[in-house]
């Protein structure tokens, strides 16, 4: 099939990610939110998006204004009925999610093609909310998406193989590089990012190191581009502690439990850069001061 429309459920941020990425691809982009003032916060913050890259020399103002062209904001699931390619990029809650694509399912016709944008819940748990799991995938991409280059194409049992195919080819037409995963909790990166998250974490707990003396060994060491605790603090701990509670449920296994600091930290409301707080005290932005035990 030819994808010529593209549908994105949720303007926040990584939605209007989803959406700007589309635009600037070449694909007619209907983003759609809850509200008016939703929609125009997310795009607005998309039109910024492109006057910096503008700014930067890696835009033309032409290209800024065929990509704005191409974006149209949405209340309305009926706006989307049209489209070749529904993403979904909602709240990460099982229930939220499958109430959506049933109501989507509803509305398209046959040969759309649903994806959600989901990192922990398993793709098949949602599309069991439809009547179309053989044209089902996930499309994990990451934060900020106009920037990252990854996008996990998730394929499920159910998954039709050419759909599977056309799912790929449409993530590198994005710009992305596609890697092909299988359905599962956590997909690639998730199921090895967490442990890795949680374990330094326990390494904390257990007093092996310090904070700064964690992230800087994973830095200089291992040549990561942040340590564990910066990446947690720009994830969100209560991301992170979800996404471990996801992960645990399906596989049972230690390395996927939450530490206790961690469920400490997320109930005090220690939540990392958007809490001001989380393995650094970010009271001033410019010098955040790592916590001590």
């Known amino acids: 099939m030819v994808i010529r429309k593209v549908g994105v459920v949720g303007c926040g941020l990584m939605g209007s990610g ?172 998730n199921r090895l990012l967490v442990p890795y998250l949680l374990d330094a974490i326990r390494a904390l707990e257990e007093g092996v190191g310090s904070v700064v003396d964690i992230d800087n060994s994973m830095k200089l060491g291992c040549g990561y581009p942040m340590g564990p605790f910066t990446l947690l603090d720009f994830v969100g701990l209560d991301t992170t502690y979800y996404i471990s509670q996801i992960m645990f449920e399906e596989f049972k296994e230690k390395r996927f439990a939450a530490p206790p600091l961690l469920k400490r930290m997320v109930l005090a409301g220690w939540l990392g850069k958007k809490s001001g707080r989380g393995f650094y005290d970010y009271a001033d932005p410019a010098n955040p001061k790592p916590m001590t035990l």
């Not at 635009?23 to 929609?39: D, K, M």
């Not at 999610?97 to 398209?108: I, T, Y």
């Not at 990252?148 to 790929?168: C, G, H, N, S």
């Open 18 to 189: 989803i959406a700007q990425v589309c635009a600037q691809s070449g694909f007619l982009t209907v983003v759609r939110e809850v509200s008016p003032e939703l929609v125009d916060k997310g795009l607005k913050g998309i039109e910024k998006n492109l006057a910096r890259l503008v700014e930067k020399g890696t835009l033309t103002e032409q290209a800024k204004n065929d990509t704005r062209a191409r974006l149209q904001g949405a209340t309305s699931l009926q706006d989307l009925q049209d489209c070749d390619v529904i993403v979904e990029a909602i709240i990460e809650q099982l229930p939220a999610k499958r109430e959506l694509f049933s109501a989507l399912d509803a509305l398209c016709p046959p040969q759309t093609i649903f994806a959600s944008n989901t990192s922990s819940l398993t793709i098949t748990e949602i599309a069991s909310a439809t009547k179309r799991p053989q044209r089902f995938v996930g499309l994990h991409f990451f934060n900020p998406v106009p920037i990252m280059k990854l996008v996990e194409v998730v394929r499920t049992i159910a998954t039709d193989p050419a759909v599977y195919d056309e799912m790929v080819n449409f993530g590198a037409k994005l710009g992305k590089t596609p890697v092909r995963a299988h359905d599962g909790g956590g997909f690639i990166v």
